[in-house]
């Protein structure tokens, strides 16, 4: 009765165990479909397609970029490679004139500035009118910024400075109309004239005690400019300090302040608080003051001796010339080490009567509105009160008067950091929030809350990277004329849109990302943006893994995504289909990718389906000799 049981059940153990072997494999299968890349996965594959390829003949490849080095200073080196200008050694930089710095030729190709500790002086006009930096770290040990060394950079977004500068030149950051985020160093002395002029997107600025001396025009026409608290120590506010200013909301005067110089608030339509605490002046000949050296001010002006709140709020409405009215509020709230400056527009279309268009507005229809957020963070804190704005904004602006959702974007500036919060992206996870991070080492990542899975969040994001151009020979097994090294410096595991800036000499042309395990496996081809931006989307990034961009791959053409920017170039308003995120740089213990772990496990998973199929054939066999006779009813 025993072997009969044990007869029973030993074929059903067996079915049992064939089910489960089926299921765990056929899970992970479907795994390894969503995060393997695709194409091929070998180096020898490419080399082929190049053999068959007539590269020398193709004028679109671009030459490698060319290696340039030598001196500028008595005690400084400087190279050029892949993109970027690393200078090294220590003392002074020699001053220059415009367009005479050794580099001048390269300054469209250049996008990444490397300055060491030990640099003293950034010499004048050093690196001006370098169109393609996003951002840049000067090294503690600088106690100077010459005369228009970043004057017309346009692209520059973010400055981090070092904690020993003492003087900032005239024009130093001039026209230097992206800058967003400055963090003024508290052992600064003086700020030549014009240092800031034009530099239309910085909302807020805090100039330190520090400060003793300001030349003319520091912050003229810097449109976006909220809040402004000036701690220096000065007795007058100098000529045109603000002018032009026409988002200034409220300002703080210094206590020493005995007057105000002509035209410094001059255009300042919405400046409607200033606060001083001062004895020099009551607050009507304060407000005298203002007014009699300056005109245009929409407000009342209050003069009060309170504090500069923690939160600043104006309003707007522009009138333009193509039958549109834009009306905006602007909130501004600061921290010790945080900024989170929001902005609020809304479009209306404007119809006139047909025959006197100039005087008489007939309808307004409401448009589109948008929500457009600057957050900054200086350091390592200030994520507290960062996270808890974020959270507000979202839940106060995030739906339209119908219910349906809006499209809030943020452009996030780690300013001193590469370093995300994962409590800032479980704020965003699952809303309809677009963020743009840029670090101090100008790397960029996009992440759509919608894409972000709260399962998968760590406790914080490192998203540096750097690119370097690679030899001949490494280029020679794409078959390529020009390829770049990628090293992310930290695991990151999130959905996101990567941007590579490999330089405008690419702009239209396809890059191709690889990473290397043991074998080389081919992940996504893009298109190039105007800008020199490759924009990989990527849903996970490894430290230990090789990655390689090799640039017109000759058979990337029909498979590069085009970037969204430059879809209405191509004819293709939207995506038709959702773009697949790439997991990438995931290994096994033995080293081994996804892409190969799964070989070897459908192999296993082969071997034992048969093993198992052999021992219920040899057993079933065995049964029928000692005479078993199955029926049709019969369970087993």
Known sequence: MMLETKNRYVPRLLAVLLAFIFVFFGTVSVFADETVAKGPSAAEEISAEAEEANLDSDENVPETLAVTNGSCGANLTWIFSAGTLTITGS?????????????????????????????????????????????????????????SAFARCKELQMVNFGNSIRTIENAAFMDCRKLKSINLPNNLTSIGMKSFYRCESITSVTIPSSVTQMGVSVFAYCKSLVSANIKASIKALPEYTFYGCEMLSSVSLPDSTEDINTFSFYGCDNLNTVYYSGTNKTPDEMQDSIENNSSGFKNDITITDSAISGKTETSFEQEKGNGTITEGEISLVEGKESSVSTMVTTDYTVTFP????????????????????????????????????????????????????KNIGISLYLNGNVTIDGGFIE???????????????????????????????????????????????????????????????????????????????????????FQKNKELDRLQSVVVDNEGYAHFYLGSVSEKTEYYIAMNLPDAAGEALIPENMLAEYGNPEYIEPIKYEITGRTSSWGMNLGQVMGILGGVMAGVIILVGGIMFIWNRQRLKNGYVPKFDDEE
């Not at 580099?103 to 250049?110: C, N």
């Not at 500790?117 to 090294?139: D, R």
């Not at 965003?428 to 809350?449: L, R």
């Open 354 to 405: 047909e025959k006197d268009k100039d005087e008489t507005i007939s309808e307004v229809t409401t448009g589109a509105t948008f929500v457009d957020v600057t957050v900054i963070v200086n350091g390592e804190q200030g994520w507290s009160e960062v996270i808890g704005e974020t959270e507000s904004i979202i839940k106060n602006y995030g739906n339209n008067a119908d219910g349906s959702e």
């Open 427 to 513: 704020a965003i996870a699952g809303k309809n929030v677009t963020v743009t991070v840029m670090t101090s080492d100008g790397s960029i990542w996009k992440i759509n809350g919608k894409n972000v899975d709260t399962a998968e969040l760590s406790g914080e994001y490192n998203l540096a990277y750097v690119i370097e151009a690679v030899p001949p020979e490494v280029c020679a097994d794409f078959g390529v004329s020009t390829a770049f090294m990628l090293k992310f410096l930290e695991p990151a595991q999130v959905d996101a849109e990567v941007l590579i800036h490999i330089g405008t000499l690419f702009g239209r042309q396809n890059a191709t990302l």
């Open 91 to 147: 003392g002074d930089m020699y001053d220059y004139t415009k367009n005479s710095a050794p580099w001048d030729d390269l300054s469209e190709d250049i996008i990444q500035i490397s300055l060491p500790e030990g640099l003293s002086e950034v010499g004048n006009f050093s690196f001006y009118n370098c169109k393609n930096i996003s951002t840049i770290t000067i090294p503690s040990s600088v106690t100077r910024v010459g005369e």
